[in-house]
Nanobody, 123 residues
């Protein structure tokens, strides 16, 4: 599976961005997608995820109510809508995917990764 993340940019605090993660080469219809971010000097952290077979979603406490994960199955694309952005949301955002059942919070559980897209929120 190849993943390509895009849609990052520079935005003022309070603004919105929508990240996209386009997938190709997927052979399994049972999979989970995760969005992670990594700020300079920090570990990669879970932001949002979904297990699509049951439409189960999970969010980090820091983004719940502001971010929404969704997908367009026809376009093989997963989105992360980010509203009310804060400077602490700044980082490189990665999408990741893993086949099989379950929704995971640890980056080590994901098999495939996109290249990352930079999100910068200015105060």
């Amino acid at each position: 599976v190849q993943l390509q993340a895009f849609g990052g940019g520079l935005v003022q605090a309070g603004g919105s961005l929508r990240l996209s993660c386009a997938a190709s080469g997927r052979t399994s219809s049972v999979y989970a997608t995760g969005w992670f971010r990594q700020a300079p000097g920090k570990e990669r952290e879970f932001v949002a995820g979904a297990f699509w077979s049951t439409f189960t979603t999970r969010y980090a406490d820091s983004v719940r109510g502001r971010f929404t994960i969704s997908r367009d199955n026809a376009k093989n694309t997963v989105y992360l809508q980010m509203n009310s952005l804060k400077p602490e949301d700044t980082g490189v955002y990665y999408c990741a995917e893993t086949p099989g059942y379950g929704l995971w919070f640890s980056p080590s559980r994901y098999h495939y990764w996109g290249q990352g897209t930079q999100v910068t929120v200015s105060s």
